[in-house]
């Protein structure tokens, strides 16, 4: 299980990085939220590019997807990793669900 934040960088490229619970203790504080929704999606489904339409969060229950950039690298997210996106401006993402199951997320709406 990983925490991480996909956000819009200066340059206008969405970037990821991983915040370690224990060196961030604002993940730790309650945070607002207008709902959550769950979904599921097949293997091989593709998003081209992307953001993120609100700042969400987007648990990953299980299966696994990989989320594109700009520069060509990709992260992987699987079972338990949790991602805050933030990346609501700028040339945005890709997402690909990848194994041979679906993915399954649940997407919590934050307040603004």
Not at 6 to 15: A, F, I, K
Request: glycine share 12%.
């Amino acid at each position: 299980m990983a925490f991480y934040r996909l956000y819009t960088g200066d340059d206008g490229l969405s970037h990821m990085e991983e915040l370690p619970l224990e060196s961030s203790p604002q993940l730790t504080d309650l945070h607002e939220a207008r709902g959550v929704v769950f979904r599921a999606a097949e293997p091989g489904r593709f998003s081209d590019w992307h953001n993120a339409p609100r700042r969400q969060y987007i648990i990953t229950l299980s299966g696994g997807a990989e989320i594109g950039f700009r520069d060509g690298t990709v992260q992987r997210l699987g079972p338990g990793d949790v991602n805050l996106a933030e990346d609501i401006t700028g040339s945005g993402h890709t997402t690909r669900v990848v194994g041979d199951a679906p993915r399954v997320t649940a997407t919590v709406h934050l307040e603004e």
